[in-house]
Structure formats: structure tokens, C-alpha cells
């Protein structure tokens, strides 16, 4: 079996337990005689799956009762529409722009109400997160929404903005489940699962109770109402099944490695290994303000294009995979969510290390 060190930002790596456990299980499931890809979402045996995935999910995140877990379809994407479709109660919300997912965030807000760009980093090509302490929030907005780490741009908010008491609703796509997080601080928090918690095709939304409302915008279609979802269990009509399975399967891992606290010294520690070689590198930069830096996505360059590339080519063929940067800014970027072992930063740092005295004249 020959693996690969994936550095893919989404879809992305997985642990290595959980595929072999799915593996084992798909033929039978749990002496169901059926893989979980073929059974009735209304059957006894996947409503344990989703229940217990549910309650899984809770516990690691410590979330409390009155908050609902939806499991959803359309990806973050289509959630862009469905925070304002089921927020805009005053039609006003401020939006905080550090990268490409919260400004496309923002643009889509517009097509439903005022989305007021209340801060933005794109000054600097998004390189670092703005002073949140004391924004200019409209004093009827409906919520606060930020993009709390920024895939494509590698930044991450250490500090919730001051949301001047308005509901926070934040996108925790390449962040979810990296750390703890204090559920009570959010009216909404979600995230595509495919950067750091399953295959794709599943949303996670976190929603507090009292934000979930028959009072949304005229013509939110049936599907994109969260109340419908909720009342529903995230079974209004067919989930995502496998994924959502394959999601519990992480949730039992990520308790197993000892929740989320440990995640976090695990998760640190790894991105301490590529920022402390990046900081002492002649050839390798990393493109952000340090007190911003994620723990989850690392973009870095040489500062030579032809050079860029030429790492990602070799370091592809060494088995270090997915190393190229986004489209929209180039140079490098290693994403280490959750799976990725200590050993394939190290080895990654190793070989950057090689590849810079190789080609230092
Ligand atoms: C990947 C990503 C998205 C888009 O996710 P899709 O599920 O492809 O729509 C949105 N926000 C963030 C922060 C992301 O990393």
C-alpha cells in the first residue's frame, strides 16, 4: 500500500483508521448484511448512525441543549444564501472580509438584503485579520459574519471580533474541530466537512434555537429553511447518508486521540515545525502576519515562480502531494488539518530543507 502525504486544503486528508475501518465495514455493516451506502435513511440501523454521530459531535464540542446540529447539503457555498435567507430579519448585515470564502459570502448577502463590508484585509491580499475590537456595526443588523480561518490566504482569527451584541455567525470550514471552541460565543457556527472532518458532500451547521424561525425571506425554497431541517432531524428528505457515517467514524477518532484540547497541542505542534523552518529559511516565506498565522493552512513561496513550481514538481514525485497554492494567489500551500501526522510535516520539512540546498548556488 503505497500512501501519499496529502497536503490538500479540501477534499483532504483522513485518518488512516477510519478508511480501513470503512473499509471492514463495507460490505456488512454491523451484521446488517449491507453496506451503509445501500440502507433506507429511514431504517433502525442509520438512525443510529446520524443519532450517535450527532451525540458524538455534541460531546466533543461540548454543545449545548439549546443549540441544533443539522446535517446538510450544498456545501458552505450554498450556506452563504442560507445565513441570510433565515437571518435577514432587518435585511442588514455586517460582513468582515479577510479572504476569497467571506467575500463570497458578502457578495452572495447582497442579492438578499444590505451586506455592509464593516472591515477587510484585501488591502493586503489578505494577509492578516483587521482590528475587530470596536467595529462600526449598524445598529440594526441582523447578524455579524466572519470567515474565521481563511483557507486560500492561510490566517485565522485568534480573537472573536466585538459583534457589539449581535449574533456571530461564523465559517468554520478549515477550522472546525481543530481546537475547542466556546459554542455559547456563536448564534451560528458551520463548515463544509471536507477540509478536516469528512468526505464531502456534508454541511454542519451549529444553530442556536431561537435563531431557527418560520420567518424567513419570501421564496427561501423548502430545502434551505432551517426550521424545516431542524423539525426534521436532518431528515427532511435524503442525507448524505455515507458521509454523514463516515463523519461519526472521525467523531469516534477524534475522542479517541483525546478530544479536542488534544487536537489542539497535536495541531500546534505540528505547525510549529513548518512555521519555525519557514522563519529560518533563505528560499521558503510564509506570506502572513505571524500573530495570524493558521494552524491548519500554510501557503509559503520561494518568491520565483519558476522555482515554486519546480518544488511542487519534485516534491510530488518524493510522494508530498497537493503542495501547489491556490489559483488565485500561487506559490505553495500545505494544508495539515487534523490527520496529518507530526511525521509528514517533519518529513516535508526535511525535504524542503533538501530542495533549498540544492538549488542555493
Ligand atoms: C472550501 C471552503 C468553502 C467552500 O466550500 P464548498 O463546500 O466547496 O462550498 C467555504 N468556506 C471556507 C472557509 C472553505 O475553506
Redesign the pocket.
Known sequence: MARVYNFS??PAILPEEVLQEAAAEMMDYQGSGQSVMEMSHRSKVYDNIIKEAEADLRELMNIPDNYKVLFLQG????FFAEVPMNMMKNKKAAYIVTGQ?AKKAYQEAQMYGEAVKVASSEDKTFSYIPDCSDLDIPEDADYVYI?E???IYGTKFKELPNTKGKVLVS?V??CFLSEPVDVTKYGVIY??V??NIGP?GV?IAIIREDLITEDVLPGTPTMLKWKVQADNDSLYNTPPCYTIYMCGKVFKWLKKMGGLSAMKEHNEKKAKILYDFLDESAMFKGTVEKKDRSLMNVPFVTGDADLDAKFVKEAEAAGFVNLKGHRSVGGMRASIYNAMPIEGVEKLVEFMRNFEKENTK
Open positions: 486544503a479540501g456545501g458552505a457555498s450554498q470564502w470567515c480561518n481563511n483557507t465559517d470550514s478549515s463548515g463544509g471536507q477540509k464531502a454541511v
